[in-house]
């Protein structure tokens, strides 16, 4: 099946050669593959010129159709390359032309009573025609306009006839063609000329004079005819002159003569013509009557007069007579039988009439608007005269205070009766309550009701007095007024005003009182914000202290933030002026809170303090200062880097006490310190040996000074001049900053022939034999003296931990000594007159050896110990009067206490014993000796600082070497880095 797209409309139409019609048409195979259709026409192949295209699609299209060229029989062939036959389809176009009018139009200047016709002609259009006539768009009426139409039989042309033209015909007349195709006109106007005729002819007219009046004068012909007015000069009425439109007079567009509001000179004769340029026109002669109703030339005025003079007022009004008047007071009727002292009477002028109105004796009361009415058959009109009887003016009333302050006030009152005359000036004039103060006069003129009195004493009683004057006169004061002036605000700024960061989130102000206000705040406004920001000031009330400088603490504020401060004083009245701005900038970080001291380490001449950082994200810890003195001394400041959590002090004084607290700082400045904590360095003082063993009779009286300035770290001295073959006592003193020991040796020199001369009595030998013995028993002895003294020193803080309680010491007490420095301390000294023996001396002795009293350093294990350490205790060991036989060791020089170590208070002390060229003796209570092995030794490093906590949290005993004690030694700071430390 094939199906092809035909032509909706096979006709196609055009109105006339100007316009442009296109033709489109599709022809195509629906149902195979198409090849390129062929498009004919008459049997000729398409296009057979420009204006028809045919596009592969199979669409023909025709642009600009034309009748008679394109009208024919098309054909659209389409054939295929699969061997079908081709398939075709034959359609016809007819191109049909709308109907075309020739143009006509009417004769001019046609008149009423001539003759016209005018004929329609249709130029081409296809046929059949229809052709009718239209009058102003409407369908002609023959019959009603008297007119005749002549057609012909195909409707090509018709003929319109008008036998005898009149003012009805004019209008426009339109001829229509019409076809099937379309529809084709034209028009033409026809103009019949009219003459004027009246349509409203003016007359007499009558009028008031001062009112609205208006002349009718209206015409019509063709064209429109022009009105023109004009007035007679002349009497009778033969010259006229014309009238030219103004505000008093002006012609209306319809041709009347409006008056806006008749004179009595405009009386007389018009003339009103009318005029088309057709025929002669229209003229007419009217007259205007304007009569008077009584008229005031002037319709207000005043009279004036003083208290008892005659008032006279006449009343002469313009108008025609006869007139009546009428006399009111304030609006009502006049009745001058009951007023005596008023009269009136009329009397006939030249002109018209007048009345006149008469008071004797004026009173205030009489200052009233009095109304004249004189009227007439054709109105009326009033006179209004305000009768003032002028006086002097009464007292102001009503005096009323306003805006009241500290050293002014503003006065407010009504005006008074002015007397009616006007007020000249208002007198003020004031008092306080004693009465004899007097403020004023001031002046303020009669324009004016209120005055701003300065000047005024704060908190003061004044009493206002008001009195005002006019020409004729001055009033009485008014009725005084009281009021009593404010306090005033305080009227200087607060100055000096500081704000110095506090924290991260306050700021401390401070500022000066004004010292012409102190007397007078009653507190402060403190106000801040953002610096540079638009937002108000938010301010916080502060008290005042009755003092010259004041401060206050900002909280609440954020961290790192610059802000804004101002002060303002303020008391009862209110806020004075504000200070300067002060800007400041919170801390980014909060000082430091105070450490924790947790415990210490001592020995004779350090102790190692540990503590635990109170750390908090918004105050780190940049570094600490630790504060430590002994009693009656001043507070030694050691500056620690942050990450310090223990420091060791060297250089002590063995067997002092002394007072330590840490402060940690950051940049925000220094944090509270921590709590104050008490310690003791080892030892006490020495303990001198036995008088037997100390000295043994000789032949010798008196002793001989070798040297007294022995340093410590010379190990030998040479001493010369001796005796072959003889026993010698050498008596050597060591000190140190806890006191002194004197120990006496025996020697004997070789005889000339080398041999060792003979031993002392046998008294010496079994003084030796239980000297040996105690190197036994005193170690034994010592051990469970310790063991006692722990056991003690452990329920004693475990009591004062149960009850919860921390002391704090200070030493304050001062024995007024200088500290004795080691390094000052000779080995050997010489007993001069001044010292006192240790001991009682031998009786072969006593007036050989000076007498000496010093107080000694005992070192731990020595029997007579110190310093069982807890914080914020200090506990003093005992001094034994007998000292035990130190214990003896061959070839010993020296003897050297380990450190004490304490740790939550337990002690344990180990004695270590140095001898000249031989290995050391380790000597420690048995209570411990199973835990030596396990121990870790407390190792001081080269900077005076000690390791770790963890390195020495489980140490019991302690054990040195010769060589630690030297590098010991050498590895201590210095007084001088000391001093500098602190400083």
Partial sequence: MRQFRQPVTPNYTFKDRSEICNLHFICRDVLRKLQLPTRYVEGRPLPVNQRQRVYPN?????????????????????????????????????????????????????????????????????????????????????????????????????????????????????????????????SATLTVKVPPRWMLEPSDTSTVAGRPSRIDCQADGVPQPHVRWKMAISQPPEQFKTIVSSSHIHILVNGSLNFRSVEPSDAGYYLCEANNGVGSGLSAVVRLTVHSAPHFLTKFMVVSTRRGDKV???????????????????????????ETRYSH?????????????????????????????????????????????????????????????????????????????????????????????????LHVPGSETTLIIRGLRPKTRYFFRVKCENSLGESQFGAEVAITTLEEPPSSPPQSIKAI?????????????????????????????????????????????NTLFQHFEIGDLNRYTEYSIVVQAYNSRGAGPPSEEAVVRTLEFDRPNPPIMRQYFATSRTLKLSWEPNNHPNAPISGYILYHRTEGNHWQETHLTGDRTAYTLHDLQCGSAYSFYLVAFNSAGRGNGSEIISARTDGSPPIAPEKRLLLSPNGQQEWTLVSNNVIPEQNNITITDLSPGSWYSLLITARNDAGSTDAEYKFATLTLSGEYPPRPSKVSDMSGSFYRHLTITVPVVSSIIVLFVV???????????????????????????????????????????????????????????????????????????QNVGTFGSTRSGYTYNVPHPPRRVEKSECI?????????????????????REHPIYEVPDRGRMKIENSRPWRESGDGDSSSESDNEDLLYTLHSPDDRIIRDEARESETECDRLCN
Avoid at 312 to 338: H, Q, V, Y
Avoid at 346 to 373: H, M
Avoid at 806 to 812: A, E, G
Wanted: some cysteine.
């Fill in 345 to 441: 009477r009329t009397e006939t002028t030249v002109n018209g009439e007048r009345s006149i109105l008469t008071i004797e004796k004026s009173d205030r009361k009489d200052s009233a608007l009095i109304s004249c009415i004189a009227s007439n058959d054709y109105g009326e009109d009033t006179l209004n005269v305000q009768v003032t009887v002028q006086d002097i003016p009464d007292a102001p009333q009503n005096l009323e205070i306003h805006d009241v302050a500290s050293r002014s006030v503003r006065l407010t009152w009504q005006k008074p009766f002015d007397g009616n005359f006007p007020i000249t000036r208002y007198t003020i004039m004031w008092r306080q309550t004693d009465g004899k103060t007097i403020g004023g006069p």
């Fill in 896 to 916: 050297y206490a380990s450190p004490t170590i304490y740790i939550a208070g337990y002690r344990h002390a180990g004695m270590e014993l140095r001898s000249h």
């Fill in 58 to 186: 199979g669409t023909l299209q025709i642009m600009d159709i034309q009748p008679g060229e394109d009208n024919g029989q098309y054909s659209c062939e389409v054939t295929s390359g699969e061997g079908m036959q081709p398939a075709s389809r034959t359609f016809r176009i007819i191109i049909r032309a709308g109907p075309k009018v020739a143009s006509f139009s009417f004769r001019d200047n046609l008149h009423e009573g001539m003759r016209t016709a005018v004929t329609c002609i249709v130029l081409g259009g296809d046929g059949p025609l229809s052709l009718r006539w239209l009058k102003d768009d409407e369908p002609l009426a023959e019959q009603e306009l008297n007119v005749n139409v002549l057609q012909e039989e195909d409707g090509s042309i018709s003929t319109l006839t008008f036998k005898n033209l009149t003012y009805k015909h004019n209008g426009n007349y339109t001829c229509i063609v019409t076809n099937d195709v379309a529809s084709g006109s034209y």
């Fill in 312 to 338: 006279t007022i006449d009343c002469t009004p313009e108008g025609d007579r006869p007139m009546a008047f009428t006399w009111r007071k304030n609006g009502i009727l006049l009745d001058t039988s009951k």
């Fill in 791 to 865: 056991l003690f020193a452990v329920c004693f803080i475990t009591r004062r931990r149960t009850s919860g309680t921390v002391q704090r010491t200070q030493n304050n007490d001062s024995d007024g000594r200088d500290p004795i420095k080691a390094e000052n301390v000779p080995l050997s000294v010489t007993y001069d007159a001044g010292q006192e023996p240790t001991y009682l001396p031998a009786p072969y002795t006593t007036s050989r050896v000076s007498g000496y009293n010093r107080e000694h350093c005992i070192l731990p294990g020595s029997g007579n110990e």
């Fill in 501 to 545: 960061p506090v924290s991260s989130k306050s700021v401390n102000v401070t500022w000066q009182t004004p010292s012409e206000d102190l007397n007078s705040i009653d507190g402060f406004y403190v106000g801040f914000k953002m610096a540079r920001s638009p937002e108000p000031y938010t301010f916080k009330p502060v008290d005042f202290k």
